[in-house]
């Protein structure tokens, strides 16, 4: 069963839940945000920041309560939104909260304190499953997951040492601490989030790149390494096809997991230039709404790109 298969079917079972059984209403809270765009991020649709939010809500109550929508399979899984739809050629709304993939519908997920809950509608014939996005920073550092803030550890390569500290301050200037330790050494898991840092050959045997060498289907990532030792960054389209490629100073900034542990940040490049971009680039204001980022020196390069780009 494909990811996208499986998620209409959960998004069907947890409708049927909830009109037997309904929510509580819960004591609410605060401070989330709901942004709404198309096309990976690139075409703004809408957004709202909801300082106080009844109790026991959901994304899809959220949703409904600020945006026009229409909905399938007994109101589970969202059709259109402000009257913008997918089609029958693989165009489909998904949503992500604190740059997560939601395993569930949106009538089944809570909303916790700080949520930064994203929609977006895009292209799936490359992927239906994009594990993590970086858009969404500085979650899910912040606020973590389903409500619960996770320690941050920090891997990084013994020839980026400067491009390490980077990241470790820009984490820091968030107000999260971090766990040091040389890249391998391993300790991410389902309960710690992971910032990989060090040049493509440095990383190239973790996990997180084992997913991104594997294609946009493994990683939900538009980008990938060639050349040797990775010395040139190849950026897809939505089909998954290579539209452009950088070379010397190329850096990139990407997220992915699994079911089974909490995402992998990666701040990589071609070379020690191209790590050191990544690195001055983990801010708020140039990941945001993006799924992932590459870039070309100083200039930023979101991923998926279109054909043309």
């Given amino acids: 069963m494909t990811s996208k298969v499986a998620a209409v079917a959960s998004a069907i079972a947890v409708a049927l839940a909830l009109a037997g059984c309904g929510l509580g209403a819960g004591k609410g809270t605060s401070d989330v945000g709901l942004t709404i765009t198309r096309d990976f991020g690139s075409v703004p649709v809408g957004s709202v ?21 229409s ?54 014939s490359a992927t239906d499953s994009i594990p993590a996005v970086v858009g969404s920073f500085p979650e899910p550092f912040v606020h973590g997951i389903d409500g619960r803030r996770y320690p941050t550890t920090l891997e990084c390569a013994s020839d980026t040492t400067v491009a390490c500290q980077r990241v470790a301050s820009q984490l820091d200037a968030i107000g999260v601490k971090v766990a040091s330790q040389a890249l391998g050494a391993g300790g991410s898991g389902t309960d710690s989030l992971a910032v990989v840092v060090g040049t493509w050959k440095d990383v190239q045997g973790e996990f997180a790149a084992s997913e991104i060498e594997a294609g946009p289907g493994s990683s939900g990532i538009y980008a990938r390494f060639g050349g040797i030792n990775g010395s040139t960054l190849e950026l897809l389209n939505p089909h998954g096809q290579v539209v452009r490629t950088l070379g010397a100073g190329a850096g990139l900034i990407a997220a992915t997991g699994n079911s089974s542990t909490a995402p992998v940040w990666i701040v990589t490049g071609t070379d020690k230039a191209g790590v050191a971009a990544a690195a001055s680039a983990l801010t708020a204001a140039r990941l945001d709404d993006h799924f992932a980022v590459a870039m070309d020196g100083q200039t930023d390069i979101p991923v998926p790109l279109e054909a043309s780009s």
């Fill in 49 to 69: 920041v909801e300082h106080q939010v009844p109790g026991s809500q959901t994304v899809m109550r959220m949703l409904e309560r600020s945006f026009r929508i």
């Fill in 71 to 124: 909905t399938r399979y007994g109101g589970g899984f969202v059709e259109s939104i402000n009257g913008i739809s997918g089609n029958s050629d693989r165009r489909d709304w998904f949503y992500y909260v604190n740059g997560i993939e939601a395993p569930l519908g949106a009538a089944g997920t809570g909303v916790h304190k700080g949520d930064r809950i994203w929609w977006d509608l895009h292209d799936w």
